[in-house]
Antibody, heavy 126, light 109 residues
């Protein structure tokens, strides 16, 4: 049973850098996309970005200039850095495992996030 | 980039059937996946692919797709199904970004 355990600083001041790490336990690190998602208070889910085991990344265009996602395969961990935070970055941040493949049988792509971390509340306040 | 559109709120009487929909251009090439989120908890995958349920998800949850619309159906809704439901997929407009619907608040009456 794959589990994700995440941690990082929960209180930041404006202009600081958010830093979170997610460790993967109990499963393969390769063959998946390792994702970060956030949820501002009372709002919906927002995809931040992802990385695969080889270090290839995709980022949400609205956050791309401030986001860096990295991977440490020796520890089965991946990390998120978000620079120059403001109050608008206050949210619960989740890490998740995603799978993505083409089904030739149905001629459709599959994409889903099947394992999630418990979330880390990050508050940005002066 | 593509967007996924969901109705903000839906209600269902206890034991009845409810359908939650998700619309978007990406759904013409991607199956939507569906997540249930209860207050203070992380989202949980309930449906993925054509109509696949992860282990532990009750069989009253099912999924379907037609054109640019995906649907999550709960047959015989239970009180514990009251939650927010989100759909998601990759953006199919030539880029690998991931999109979420705005979420649907399901109330079980």
């Amino acid at each position: 049973q794959v589990q994700l355990q995440q941690w990082g600083a929960g209180l930041l001041k404006p202009s600081e850098t958010l830093s979170l790490t997610c460790a993967v336990y109990g499963g393969s690190f390769s063959g998946y996309y390792w994702s970060w998602i956030r949820q501002p208070p009372g709002k919906g889910l927002e995809w931040i970005g992802e990385i695969n085991h080889s270090g290839s990344t995709n980022y949400n265009p609205s956050l791309k200039s401030r986001v860096t996602i990295s991977v440490d395969t020796s520890k089965n961990q991946f990390s998120l850095k978000l620079s120059s935070v403001t109050a608008a970055d206050t949210a619960v941040y989740y890490c998740a495992r995603a799978d993505d493949f083409w089904s030739g049988y149905s001629s459709y792509y599959y994409y889903y996030m099947d394992v999630w971390g418990k979330g880390t509340t990050v508050t940005v306040s002066s | 980039s593509s967007e996924l559109t969901q109705d903000p709120a839906v209600s269902v009487a206890l034991g009845q059937t409810v359908r939650i929909t998700c619309q978007g251009d990406s759904l013409r090439s991607y199956y939507a996946s569906w997540y249930q989120q209860k207050p203070g908890q992380a989202p949980v995958l309930v449906i993925y692919g054509k109509n696949n349920r992860p282990s532990g998800i009750p069989d009253r949850f099912s999924g379907s797709s037609s054109g640019n619309t995906a649907s999550l159906t709960i047959t015989g809704a239970q009180a514990e199904d009251e939650a927010d439901y989100y759909c998601n997929s990759r953006d199919s407009s030539g880029n690998p970004h991931v999109v979420f619907g705005g979420g649907t608040k399901l109330t079980v009456l």
